[in-house]
């Protein structure tokens, strides 16, 4: 595990704690300190004695070191996947080395941040997309869909570019409306009637600037894109406060998405089998669904 | 109690339960017998017979309701108060009566609604916005202070106008915000994926778009400055994407909301003694602070 912030410190935590010899590593020695005061895990002082022997690689550091870790990783045999926010970047970067690179990012944080934040059961329910593209190994993707399948986390296959556009609106966008909404904290009135749906709609403004930084400037793109719909959309909204019947108006813009969102998140329902091939996993991915658990015939489906 | 959904279920709850008489009447037969089943109140089958011997009148309905109830009450000689969400077109309804009023707001509220959700200690902790325009008796305004501030009510002192302007950015442009961001769920995968940051962001997209419409097209004004205030936001974002270093340009970008969203909410701190008048009641409200508590001789004050 190369990198144990948030995300990295709790994939030690929950593989360590599901029987797997993991071994830990921090460019900062600080980190590697705390990391090494607990049990279960071993913590190492360099990426090399870190990956030495092992079966697989995580890379779980900020999106600006990956490039300089996926060099020091160019000899690896194993699998290598990652737990970064954005997928086409680091695709490129591991498209460098003849790397077995599987992208992966787990839908799973909060607004605390560091090794001292991270918890075992951080993945439990949580989705993690899985790149299955052109370049990825069908045998590689199974092993780390089933590795985190068995930590409780759902499965979504999909390629780097259909993922990068998806969290550009499901939470890169969220971050910067977030921030947006903050700033009307500038009026003192304003702070003291805020209430719940301030404090819900400003929460992800508690990340890091550095972090929202990464992940939005690190995918402008599909940002930008994302921004845009979002944009027209409040667009709508300010032409339905301007018609004769603002009420009414607003009332039936917000239909539409009002309905989408209470039908949201869908029930896993009932799983059913579906075959290891690539077309099927991307097609099950691109209706919505998921996969809960890995066999050698196949996988559990959920959704789509 | 004219009004019995959400709020003024709630604090009929509220009010009966610190001791006072209450009657309660509601529009809806299916709601006054819904309400008439439980214990502490009195339910009337008409406003008339519910303000009957009555020292102080609550309108918790809708804002398209409040002009036909205030037209009932106009030979009321109590003290007349609602808690609407948007303050000025009630003021102005009000004024066409000879009315004790005291325009109130509680900054309370769920994604549920209707009788069946209220719940006595709705308003512990929240802030409640009462109005004291140039028309506002002084000592009416103190009464329904003391009344609320008994219930666990932080009363902010604002004018409707203030108010108005306030509630647009924290309340009403974000249940804007919350439906654009919804909107996305037309891509299943972005259903799967989406996690933390899109749930927050769109809860308040579950409130009923009736509610939404009402909000938003009852205080177009306010709601269209404070969205654009948010545009200019959001456009000063994508500025940031363009430039040559998106990532810093985005962090930076990002730094003053997130530092002010880390101070929120105020802690309350200390109280201080603040005299009953009107001056120093609006100065604290505009520099954020609030009132806890009401005696004859003064409040506690705290913050601004």
């Known amino acids: 595990m190369i990198g144990l912030g948030l995300?990295?410190?709790?994939?030690l935590r929950a593989l360590a704690a599901a029987g797997h010899e993991v071994t830990g590593y921090d460019r900062e020695a600080a980190t590697r300190t705390l990391a090494g005061k607990a049990h279960g895990w071993r913590v190492a002082d360099s990426i090399a004695a870190?990956?030495?022997?092992?079966?697989?690689?995580?890379?779980?550091?900020?999106?600006?070191?990956?490039g300089q870790v996926l060099d020091q990783l160019a000899q690896f045999p194993g699998i290598v996947t990652d737990v970064v926010s954005v997928k086409q970047p680091v695709r490129a970067m591991a498209g460098r080395h003849p790397l077995r690179y599987?992208?992966?990012h787990?839908?799973?944080?909060?607004?605390?941040?560091?090794f001292a934040a991270s918890e075992a059961d951080l993945f439990t329910g949580c989705a993690w997309a899985l790149c299955l593209d052109e370049e990825t190994d069908l045998d590689d993707w199974v092993t780390v869909a089933g590795l985190v399948t068995a930590l409780g986390a759902r499965v979504v296959p999909t390629s780097a570019s259909k993922h990068d556009d998806a969290v550009a609106a499901i939470s890169h966008v969220p971050h910067l409306l977030a921030v947006a909404l903050a700033s009307v904290l500038r009026d003192p009135l304003a702070g003291s009637l805020a209430a719940g749906s301030f404090r819900d709609g400003t929460r992800?403004?508690?990340?890091?600037?550095?972090?929202?930084?990464?992940?939005c400037g690190g995918n402008t793109g599909p940002v930008h894109e994302?921004?845009?719909?979002?944009?027209?959309?409040?667009?709508?909204?300010?032409?339905?406060?301007?018609?004769?019947?603002?009420i009414e108006a607003v009332a039936a813009w917000a239909g539409p998405a009002h309905e989408a969102r209470s039908r949201w998140p869908h029930p896993p329902g009932e799983p059913r089998k579906l075959g290891?091939?690539?077309?099927?996993?991307l097609a099950l991915g691109e209706a919505g669904g998921w996969v809960s658990a890995v066999a050698p015939d196949g996988v559990q489906?959920?959704?789509?």
């Open 7 to 11: 995300i990295g410190g709790s994939l």
């Open 50 to 66: 870190a990956i030495a022997r092992a079966e697989l690689a995580v890379v779980a550091t900020p999106l600006s070191a990956v």
């Open 102 to 104: 599987v992208g992966g």
């Open 106 to 114: 787990p839908m799973a944080g909060k607004e605390t941040a560091g």
């Open 204 to 215: 992800v403004a508690l990340s890091p600037p550095s972090l929202i930084g990464a992940m």
């Open 226 to 246: 994302a921004l845009d719909a979002v944009l027209a959309q409040l667009d709508a909204a300010r032409a339905a406060l301007d018609s004769a019947a603002p």
């Open 276 to 281: 290891l091939t690539r077309d099927a996993l």
């Open 301 to 304: 489906a959920h959704g789509g």
